[in-house]
């Protein structure tokens, strides 16, 4: 059997074994991503696995797993597990408070804000790097094309991916282009069964999972409108159901929601989108902002000329 030792030389601790894993999956085989995933799926239950356990788990051998552990600067698999349980140990202790659910493992309470500020855009430029590095811009221009074409666009979101949806409907709408932002599935529905060929029709899922979502681009394409995906999961039942996906990174992290942290990479997909449709559409974009700039002139409050005035 396979027994922890707690004598095996470990690989330095500065930045835990978890986040190790999660920024140096770039850099690993097929194989070695697999083994990757499952102990980030699960790290407690790799903590205990056997190193067979852990190979049959992730579908490889206990060859990977070694070569994995050498990959992250341990001696063998006894040290990695080792490290994984004391993380996994940290966070289960402040998983009792409920901190680890809302804000996460990395960032404790008593942490000074210098630390916490360097944490945050320290995933989260990772995680727009990852975005830019990954997105199909061949997508993202056949998407473009046909907005700028379209009779309407509809676009949706539910929870946190509501966020999204609105700014995206925000940038078609200050240029010109006929958009509406559905949220709730009743409305979002009854203005899918409303669409058709001519039509644009843009979902905006995290997970890809929300069954509301999925429903609402449903119905849109069964209309005959085109439809777009915007995901993190490629795999998602929304891929699925979508004619183009446009994927924002899924950089996995755990020290917040994975869904507040995803906003930023799907806004940044969301940003190009309506900037490229306004490109597109320049003479049109520019009369939209120039016509809504007079139009809110008289709200605008009057510059503050007491200082240097006559």
Same mark, same amino acid.
């Given at each position: 059997?396979?027994?922890?030792?707690?004598?095996?030389?470990?690989?330095?601790?500065?930045? $835990? =074994?978890?986040?190790?894993?999660?920024? @140096?999956?770039?850099?690993?085989?097929?194989?070695?991503?697999?083994?990757?995933?499952?102990?980030?799926?699960? #790290?407690?239950?790799?903590?205990?696995?056997?190193?067979?356990?852990?190979?049959?788990?992730? @579908?490889?051998?206990?060859?990977?797993?070694?070569?994995?552990?050498?990959?992250?600067?341990?001696?063998?698999?006894?040290?990695?597990?080792?490290?994984?349980?004391?993380?996994?140990?940290?966070?289960?202790?402040?998983?009792?408070?409920?901190?680890?659910?809302?804000?996460?493992?990395?960032?404790?309470?008593?942490? #000074?804000?210098?630390?916490?500020?360097?944490?945050?855009?320290?995933?989260?430029?990772?995680?727009? %790097?990852?975005? =830019?590095?990954?997105?199909?811009?061949?997508?993202?221009?056949?998407?473009?094309? %046909?907005?700028?074409?379209?009779?309407?666009?509809?676009?949706?979101?539910?929870?946190? $991916?509501?966020?999204?949806?609105?700014?995206?409907?925000?940038?078609?709408?200050?240029? @010109?282009?006929?958009?509406?932002?559905?949220?709730?599935?009743?409305?979002?529905?009854?203005?899918?069964?409303?669409?058709?060929?001519?039509?644009?029709?843009? &979902?905006?899922?995290?997970?890809?999972?929300?069954?509301?979502?999925?429903?609402?681009? $449903?119905?849109?394409?069964?209309?005959?409108?085109?439809?777009?995906?915007?995901?993190?999961?490629?795999?998602?039942?929304?891929?699925?159901?979508?004619?183009?996906?446009?994927?924002?990174?899924?950089?996995?992290?755990?020290?917040?929601?994975?869904?507040?942290?995803?906003?930023?990479?799907?806004?940044?997909? &969301?940003?190009?989108?309506?900037?490229?449709?306004?490109?597109?559409?320049? #003479?049109?974009?520019?009369?939209?902002?120039?016509?809504?700039? %007079?139009?809110?002139?008289?709200?605008? #409050?009057?510059?503050?000329?007491?200082?240097?005035?006559?």
């Amino acid at each position: 059997m396979d027994h922890i030792r707690t004598d095996v030389p470990s690989a330095p601790a500065e930045v $835990s =074994v978890l986040e190790r894993i999660r920024h @140096g999956a770039g850099d690993l085989s097929e194989a070695m991503s697999k083994v990757a995933d499952q102990v980030l799926v699960d #790290p407690e239950a790799a903590a205990r696995a056997t190193i067979m356990d852990l190979a049959e788990l992730s @579908g490889t051998s206990p060859g990977t797993i070694t070569r994995f552990c050498r990959h992250l600067g341990y001696d063998g698999y006894a040290a990695l597990r080792v490290a994984i349980a004391t993380e996994t140990g940290r966070a289960s202790a402040r998983t009792e408070t409920g901190w680890n659910v809302n804000i996460g493992q990395e960032i404790a309470p008593g942490d #000074p804000l210098d630390q916490v500020l360097k944490q945050l855009i320290t995933v989260d430029a990772a995680r727009l %790097r990852d975005t =830019v590095d990954t997105l199909d811009l061949v997508a993202v221009e056949q998407v473009v094309n %046909r907005i700028c074409e379209a009779r309407r666009v509809d676009v949706y979101g539910v929870g946190s $991916s509501a966020t999204v949806a609105r700014e995206l409907q925000m940038g078609f709408y200050r240029t @010109g282009v006929a958009a509406w932002v559905w949220t709730e599935v009743h409305d979002a529905l009854a203005s899918a069964a409303l669409l058709g060929e001519h039509d644009v029709a843009l &979902a905006v899922s995290h997970s890809g999972t929300t069954t509301e979502t999925i429903e609402m681009l $449903s119905e849109a394409g069964s209309r005959g409108a085109m439809t777009v995906a915007l995901t993190a999961c490629p795999e998602a039942t929304l891929a699925d159901v979508a004619d183009v996906c446009l994927f924002s990174a899924a950089r996995r992290t755990s020290y917040r929601a994975d869904l507040l942290a995803s906003r930023y990479s799907a806004l940044l997909v &969301a940003d190009l989108i309506h900037i490229a449709v306004a490109q597109r559409r320049f #003479p049109e974009a520019s009369q939209a902002l120039e016509s809504r700039a %007079r139009a809110v002139v008289g709200h605008r #409050p009057t510059p503050n000329l007491r200082n240097g005035a006559s």
